[in-house]
């Protein structure tokens, strides 16, 4: 599929999506490296629907504890 595509482009057109891949690649990578040093846990920011700290949410969770003595 991708063959036949990129046999219809010219010589010119080829090496300027060449010379594009690897721009691509290194932002890409450079991006998941941004990600992971700032904050590893980022992306699950906002799984709980709301926007209460780790604190707020195991205290919230405290409270509807039921104790059985």
Do not use: H
């Amino acid at each position: 599929m991708y063959m036949s595509v990129l046999s219809s482009l010219s010589v010119d057109e080829k090496l300027d999506l060449i010379a594009k891949l690897p721009n691509s690649i290194r932002n890409t990578y450079t991006k998941e490296q941004d990600i992971e040093t700032e904050d590893p846990f980022a992306c699950y920011e906002g799984d709980w629907g709301g926007n209460m700290s780790a604190e707020e949410y195991a205290d919230d969770l405290r409270g509807t504890i039921k104790y059985f003595v």
